[in-house]
């Protein structure tokens, strides 16, 4: 028996922190991760070129991705499921971006605050395509109801706002709504418009208006025609 020969028919195993691992397995999921990405980018690239993207099909996007159908029926059930896997991609940056600031303190201040606003809106910008294409399809619940409910979830569930001095009169949950409504309509007219300013200017805006309060109201004078 040729040893040499046997040798590279046996599965290679290695120790990675305490845990045996299967070098075939983790080829094959890297292998797993690129048909899966190649999948995605093909689904936004059309969904950007696309006047009708919810009528895009599995045909098309695995013919963009260099595919057949059944390797993309291997990783998806359909294209709903592809859909769901990209908007939880995008929301996924979101998450870890707010927990970032606390991974080693319990309290910030709302002017360290906006290294978490710095964070979501620089993983918006990384992943615009993304973004974009999860903006144009019908999909319910929306891209930007899903940052809502996100941004709900994480300020009622793992992060309190404080303020030094209480209103007995300012509702919590309404404070949060209040807060998460305006953020997230500022990140939809980000969008909307194109990416038109830096995510460091979109970061300093939300900052700035979630931080000064209205003083004043002044009336528009009419315009003369």
């Not at 950007?48 to 991705?65: F, G, H, M, Q, Y």
């Not at 998806?76 to 592809?82: A, M, S, T």
């Not at 995008?90 to 606390?102: K, S």
Request: charged share 25%; net charge positive; with cysteine.
């Amino acid at each position: 028996m040729n040893r040499g020969r046997a040798a590279t028919s046996i599965r290679v195993l290695f120790q990675v922190e305490g845990a045996v691992v299967n070098m075939d397995t983790t080829r094959q999921s890297r292998k797993h991760l690129h048909t899966n990405h190649a999948l995605k980018t093909s689904y936004i690239s059309l969904i950007l070129k696309s006047n009708e993207p919810d009528n895009i099909s599995v045909s098309e996007i695995t013919d963009r991705a260099d595919y057949n159908r059944s390797t993309f029926y291997f990783h998806y059930k359909n294209k709903e499921e592809l859909l769901e896997d990209m908007f939880h991609d995008a929301l996924r940056g979101i998450a870890q971006a707010l927990r970032e600031p606390f991974k080693h303190q319990q309290q910030i201040s709302v002017h360290e605050g906006i290294q978490m606003t710095s964070l979501i809106c620089q993983h918006i910008e990384r992943h615009q395509q993304l973004f974009l294409a999860l903006a144009r399809v019908s999909f319910k619940p929306s891209l930007f109801d899903r940052i809502e409910k996100l941004l709900w979830t994480m300020f009622t569930d793992e992060i309190i706002l404080i303020k030094d001095q209480q209103d007995q009169k300012l509702d919590y949950e309404m404070s949060v709504i209040f807060h998460i409504s305006s953020t997230v309509s500022l990140i939809k007219y980000w969008l909307l418009t194109n990416f038109t300013c830096t995510a460091a200017y979109l970061c300093e805006q939300i900052h700035s208006n979630s931080i000064l309060p209205i003083t004043h109201m002044r009336k528009k004078p009419s315009s003369s025609k």
